[in-house]
């Protein structure tokens, strides 16, 4: 992938060049069709996708097997922490809400990665927590039946 391609992405603004060139050598353009799965709850994690042109619904199930809208997502944000923190299963679903190109990673390798540069891994790490923390607000307004502009950030 482009480096210049992946320093314009939101998500990896500020990393340095060499940071960059080891995201993307394993890294590739992909497109989903509307309402195509993107990521299955309780299936392995081993990618991530930042998205580049569309939408993307994150859901859950619920005990009857309904899906539950958590999150929208749209271009500059991520789909898929979980191939980062163990069990490495993924946490909700994801489908495409209309036709959507992203950029795809391959987690497997860059966990391995970030064992051997732990300066990416840091850069990541903190990358995919404050998506985890989104996310799990997300999950909580949710929960408790209230929007986003009713309630104040934690902290």
């Known amino acids: ?22 995201l993307g050598a394993d890294s590739y353009p992909t497109e989903f069709r509307p309402d195509e799965r993107i990521l299955s709850e309780g299936g392995v994690a081993n990618r991530f996708y930042l998205i580049t042109e569309g939408r993307v619904e994150v859901e859950s199930r619920t005990f009857e097997g309904e ?8 271009p500059g944000d991520v789909v898929g922490w979980s191939w980062l923190l163990p069990p490495y299963y993924w946490q ?6 209309v036709h959507t190109k992203a950029i795809c990673f391959y987690g497997t390798h860059l966990r391995k990665v970030c064992e051997e540069n732990h300066d990416i ?9 404050e998506i985890v923390v989104k996310r799990l607000q997300s999950v909580r307004l949710k929960l408790v039946g209230q929007n986003n502009d009713s309630i104040s950030p934690p902290g």
Do not use: C, H, W
């Open 67 to 74: 899906a539950v809208a958590i999150e929208t997502l749209g």
């Open 121 to 129: 891994g840091y850069e990541l790490m903190k990358r995919i927590s």
């Open 1 to 22: 992938m482009n480096i210049s391609t992946l320093a314009a992405q939101p998500f990896l603004k500020g990393m340095t060049e060499q940071q960059l060139e080891l």
């Open 92 to 97: 909700f679903d994801a489908r495409a809400a």
